[in-house]
């Protein structure tokens, strides 16, 4: 989530094509093992979800699976560092780099979100978090200190530069930053839910134009006014 026009550093990596089959297989396979395990998580649910089956959708042995992941719980936990907490950590970066109005840098937060996280595979775990996380404490704590407690610091420091920088007016950092986050989370629950099914009568939910929408209302709730009410 770097901010536009950041300048690309050169990767020292040897290129794929350089290494050998056997060695390019290797390196592959803990994406592997994670993109299997996101898809059978959203699929089946996490305790449904059995270490056996991830390693055959993924086409290794489940010894080999926990050569990588030791239980199905350190599994899901990589999962989520890999596709939400990675994610959120690039946000921060961008934060303290971008050079743009606060309203542009809350725009560019949440459509890279949707772009990364809502329009992929990877929005299934917000279904998987809610509807199962009760049932795992430690999961849920897991879950706490690395995506909620983050992301509400992440929308808190970005609603606290445009506070600072004159932007917007003071407002509580934590309830607005959850104001902002709210449709992001409700826009993943719709795609693996109402949004799956053929219902009718309900229209076409078009998300960018939502969050685009949500951004709209919420920009001009934040800016700052005059004592009679026009805007500054």
Not at 77 to 105: P, W, Y
Request: hydrophobic share 45%; charged share 25%; glycine share 6%.
């Amino acid at each position: 989530m770097s901010p536009p026009r950041a300048t690309e550093r050169a990767s020292s990596t040897p290129r794929t094509e350089e290494l050998p089959s056997r060695q390019r297989r290797k390196e592959a396979r803990p994406q592997e093992l994670l993109d299997a395990a996101l898809t059978l998580f959203v699929e089946k649910g996490f305790a449904a979800t059995r270490a056996e089956e991830v390693a055959q959708r993924a086409g290794v042995s489940k010894g080999t699976l926990y050569l990588y992941y030791p239980s199905k719980e350190e599994l899901f936990k990589a999962v989520v560092r890999h596709n939400l907490a990675a994610l959120i950590a690039e946000g921060k970066e961008a934060v303290a780099q971008f050079e743009a109005s606060t309203a542009d840098l809350l725009v560019y937060l949440m459509m890279t979100w949707w772009q990364r996280v809502g329009s992929t595979p990877a929005s299934g775990i917000h279904k998987v978090v809610i509807a199962e996380v009760r049932n795992f404490p430690d999961l849920a704590q897991f879950y706490a200190d690395e995506v909620i407690v983050p992301a509400d610091q992440l929308f808190c420091s970005a609603i606290e530069r445009g506070i600072t920088r004159g932007e917007f007016r003071a407002v509580p950092l934590h309830e607005a930053a959850h104001a902002l986050m709210a449709p992001m989370i409700f826009l993943a629950l719709h795609r693996h839910s109402v949004g799956a099914c053929p219902v009718q009568g309900c229209g076409t939910l078009d998300p960018e134009a939502m969050l685009r929408t949500h951004l709209d209302l919420v920009l001009r709730g934040l800016e700052v006014r005059e004592p009679n009410g026009a805007q500054a």
